[in-house]
């Protein structure tokens, strides 16, 4: 399971609609692993007063456990399988 990524020594935490909004509202990013691709990620920066304070580092990083350990259990969306064309 993983909870966080470390990338370019920038600090990145899972987030999910249970904590997507402390990072928003603290002005952080998303994690895009390519700078010539749209594509992001469901992980963003930890802000650097949560980095220097241990009990709310502590915190974060439990709620992007969580956040990791719901996505696990949620059931996954399968797309529709396509179907053959009879050709009679």
Do not use: C, H
């Amino acid at each position: 399971m993983i909870f966080g990524l470390l990338a370019d020594d920038i600090l990145y935490f899972k987030v999910d609609d249970t904590n997507k909004s402390d990072y928003i509202m603290a002005g952080m990013k998303p994690f895009k692993p390519f700078d010539d691709k749209p594509m992001v990620m469901p992980y963003y920066e930890v802000p650097v007063d949560i980095l220097e304070n241990r009990e709310l580092l502590a915190q974060w990083a439990v709620k992007a456990l969580f956040a990791s350990k719901d996505n696990l259990t949620k059931p996954k969306k399968r797309k529709p399988a396509k179907r053959a064309l009879n050709s009679e």
